[in-house]
């Protein structure tokens, strides 16, 4: 099974950004789908953003077009690029692994998960 470590969160400033990784011992990341999710306090884990070993990716809608996963083999990696960071993106965020991902927002496609990193964005 993959280890997955997350890294990266910490306190912005509304509008700011952050970049937050996700890197894995064990196992070569490349032959994993990669999802990251987040847990805001109070409220359900939800789906962020995936990206398939072959690179697809998949974001939940809402936001399309301010954060971007991405992939360095090389290094192991998956990177989650957050832009104009609001006081809602406030969350816990995990990475998590699997083989098999189904395109959809399910956790259960996902097997292995990393301990998560604090991201708080302040108004």
């Known amino acids: 099974q993959v280890q997955l470590v997350e890294s990266g969160g910490g306190l912005v400033q509304a509008g700011g950004s952050l970049r937050l990784s996700c890197a894995a011992s064990g196992r070569t990341l490349s032959s994993y789908a990669v999802g990251w999710f987040r847990q805001a306090p109070g409220k359900e884990r939800e789906f962020v953003a995936a990206i398939r070993s072959g690179g697809n990716t998949y974001y939940a809608g809402s936001l399309k077009g301010r954060f971007t996963i991405s992939r360095d083999n090389a290094k192991n990696t998956v990177f989650l690029q957050m832009n104009r960071l609001k006081p809602e993106d406030t969350a816990v965020y995990y990475c998590?692994?699997?083989?098999?991902?189904?395109?959809?927002?399910?956790?259960?496609?996902?097997?292995?998960w990393g301990q998560g990193t604090q991201v708080t964005v302040s108004s």
């Open positions: 998590a692994a699997g083989f098999y991902y189904s395109g959809s927002y399910y956790e259960g496609d996902f097997g292995s």
